[in-house]
């Protein structure tokens, strides 16, 4: 259901930029889902693989969602927001597996847990390269970042504000080059582009 363009110029053009200086990528196909509870840890940490809910507030875990047979339903980048919320981001292409995976899971822990499926409501934009920190430092509209992002360690996240708009700024990038994941209510996805766009030109 996403029309995306597989390249822009060439893949070896893009690669040195993201080498070179840094490439902006929407990855807003990317699924996301709430988990809010007491339990939320505790249930996090039976539907995982690994420990979920010894994870500090403000770091990120990578980790399975596995099929009671130990085969792998997706791989996904867990972070915790606050002592009873957690933030999950799974692969687009199984959005509905993983989503189906966590329905029939979270009933063991109906008392204290739930999970809400958030896809549709956030985008997400990716600044990789090793100029990410000055161009998203440097991003006309985003304010109230904290902790800075120069102090931001890898597998660890930074809240802020865009345009007045929450904004959630991650570290774990995946091209093996620094950079950021910049997630914000979609109706601010297109002027967040362009003003990332703008700094990074």
């Known amino acids: 259901g996403w029309d995306m363009p597989v390249r822009y110029t060439s893949d070896l053009a893009e690669h040195h930029a993201v080498r070179q200086a840094a490439g902006l990528f929407d990855i807003s196909h990317m699924a996301e889902f709430l988990v809010t509870g007491a339990g ?3 249930f996090l940490d039976d539907a995982l693989a690994g420990r979920i809910s010894t994870m500090k507030t403000g770091k ?8 009671d047979a130990g085969g792998v339903l997706d791989d ?3 972070y915790r927001l606050a002592d009873e919320r957690f933030l999950v981001i799974s692969n687009a292409g199984n959005r509905e597996a993983v989503a ?3 329905a029939e899971r979270v009933r063991d822990h ?3 847990a739930a999970v809400e499926d958030v896809s549709d409501a956030y985008a997400l934009i990716a600044v990789q390269g090793p100029r990410a920190l000055e161009i998203v430092e440097t ?3 985003i304010a109230d970042v904290a902790p800075a992002l120069a102090d931001l360690g890898y597998y660890a996240w930074s809240g802020g504000t865009f345009q007045g708009e929450p904004l959630f700024i991650a570290r774990t990038g995946y091209t093996g080059e620094d950079g950021f994941e910049l997630m914000v209510p979609v109706a601010a996805a297109a002027d967040l582009w362009d003003a990332v766009l703008a700094a990074g030109a």
């Open 76 to 78: 996904v980048i867990v």
């Open 110 to 112: 109906a008392a204290d």
């Open 100 to 102: 189906a995976a966590f």
């Open 139 to 141: 991003t006309a509209g």
């Open 40 to 42: 939320a840890g505790a």
């Open 60 to 67: 990120a875990k990578y980790s399975l969602l596995l099929t």
